[in-house]
C-alpha cells in the first residue's frame, strides 16, 4: 500500500515548522497589547491614583512607541502568518528594550516592575531558537548592568527613596540567576516538547 503524497508533504511540512521555532505575528501582537495595557495602568496608578511624581510625558511617548510598532504589525502582516525566529527575535528585542526604556526612566533596578524583564526572554525560550534566545539573554544582561548603574531615580513621594548599591547589586545577581535558569528550563521543556 503506497501512502499519501499529500499527507507525506504535510506531514514534512510540520515537522519542519516545528524544528524551527518561531510564532504566529498575531500571538506577539497580542503579548505587546496584553504589555501596553498593563505598562498605561502601572503608569495610571503609580502616578495617578498613588500621585507618584512620575516622567509622565516620557513614559507615554516610550508607550506609545511600543502602540505604533504594534500597529505596524498588525496591519503590515498577516496576523495568522508565522514568524520564523529572527523575525520574532527582532520584535522581542524591540519589547525588551522599550521596557528596559520604561525602567530607566522610573528608577532603574529599584522599580519594582524590573521582574518583568523576565517575560520577552521567557517567551523567547518557549517559542523560539536557542539562537534567539540567548541574544535576548544578552540584551537583557547588558540593559539590566546599564540600569544597576544609571536610571532616573524611583519615583517616590517626599525625599527620594535611595537604595544602597549592594541592594541593587542583588537585584541584577537575582534578576539575571533567575532569567538564565528560567530561560533554560523553558527552553528544554519546549524542546521536549517540539520533539
Known sequence: MTANPDLRARELARALELASPGVRAGTLVLIRWIAIVGQLLALGLIGGVLHFPLPLLPALLTVAASVAVNLAVHWRLPQGRYLNGRQAGLQLAFDLAQ?????????????????????????????????????????????????????????????????????????????VLGMGLLAAYAWQISAEARR
Open 99 to 175: 521596557l528596559l526604556v520604561l525602567l530607566y526612566m522610573t528608577g532603574g533596578l529599584a522599580n519594582p516592575f524590573t521582574v518583568l524583564i523576565l517575560v520577552p526572554v521567557t517567551i523567547s525560550a518557549t517559542l523560539l531558537s536557542r539562537r534567539s534566545t540567548m541574544m535576548l539573554l544578552v540584551e537583557a544582561l547588558v540593559g539590566l548592568t546599564a540600569l544597576s548603574l544609571v536610571a532616573w531615580p524611583l519615583p517616590w513621594i517626599g525625599e527620594a527613596l535611595r537604595f544602597p548599591p549592594i541592594y541593587h547589586f542583588g537585584t541584577w545577581a537575582a534578576l
